[in-house]
């Protein structure tokens, strides 16, 4: 019961701030344009500033340990599998494939984990490890794939000179990313910090705080105005409301064409079944992996193990829709992922949790 108790009380913030968002989306208090405003605010302003403070307060010797090599083996593994299906299965692109493997293998670790964390654990020092993997290795490759897919690269990629020119954009364009992603730059600038040993100063420093606290609710407010869209025909989103006819006239019958008709219900049923395959990756294969490669190959200790598998079983973190959203790209599949999964991910904790048996705090 206490353990339940734990769950509610860490899933309690992303429902109410989701339900926000999506009652502020209903009412168009923030006009049509406030779920693209506030995803690019998280993406390049307040995630940044997170991030930054993050890593460059972290020593960055603390994730090579075997835990960590427990959680990465079944993190890899996953968002391989999530990219092969989304590309096998579902016929996706590079970038959208880089989304599926995003939210079949990363984790809400900050805030998600850290509540569960110290319910279940007694402490956060390992999810603190997990955030560090995930900014620092993760998500550089994640960003990448992201860039590869939707920038000019391929541009020019002929014969002869152009193919050279097209090789020579995408070496550029590879090579300029971490300028040109405040993500990667903030995370490298955290390192530079750390690894220098420096401290901001005390005014600066409590800027970045303040900033950085805006990220996680912000993303979960965007979230929740999401889900007030429909799909658009470019496979994109598009606020969920219909024109307002002209003063005397009426909406005109709609009427749909029999093989249209069909091709949106298999598209309906594909979408549901990519959810499915990515959100069983997330709160089952990775989950047992990391239980596979932690208990009879590493022979963690049960409290270490426990961790690994209860961090691997987190659900996808709203990252995955926020990158989807500033790349231009279909944002509905990350999104029922990370509202999917999350829903999922209670009986998998507690499962994870009872089968386990959490330590005393």
Sequence with gaps: MAGMHALLSAFAPIWTLTAIGYAVGRSGLLGRQAEAVLGRFVFHVAMPAALFTMVSGARLDSFANPSMVAFAAGTALVCGLGFLTAGRLFGRGTADRAIGSMTSGYVNSANLGIPVAVQVLGDASFVAQIILFQVLLVSPVILTLLDSGTGTGTVGAGTGGGARSGRAVVLRRMLTMPVRNPIIMASLLG???????????????????????????????????????????????????????????????????????????????????????????????????????????????????????????????????????????????????????????????????????????
């Excluded at 799909?231 to 709609?254: C, D, F, I, L, Q």
């Design 191 to 361: 390192v530079a910090v750390s690894a220098l040993g420096l401290r901001l100063p005390h005014a600066l420093a409590h800027s970045c705080d303040l900033l950085g606290a805006a990220a996680v609710p912000t993303a979960l407010i965007t979230l929740g105005l999401s889900l007030n869209t429909r799909p658009a025909e470019n496979g994109s989103t598009a606020p969920a409301r219909h024109p307002v006819p002209a003063k005397g006239t009426e909406h005109p019958a709609r009427t749909e064409h029999p093989a249209r008709t069909g091709l949106l219900t298999r598209t309906k049923r594909v979408e549901r079944a990519e959810v499915v395959v990515t959100v069983a990756l997330k709160t089952l294969g990775q989950p047992l992996i990391a239980f596979a490669v932690g208990g009879p190959l590493l022979h963690l200790p049960e409290h270490q193990l426990l961790a690994v598998v209860l961090c691997s079983a987190l659900p996808t973190a709203q990252n995955a829709f926020i990158y989807s959203q500033q790349y231009g790209l279909d944002t509905r599949p990350a999104r029922n992922a990370v509202v999917a999964s999350t829903v999922v991910s209670m009986a998998t904790l507690s499962l994870a949790t009872w089968a386990l048996g959490a330590a005393p705090s």
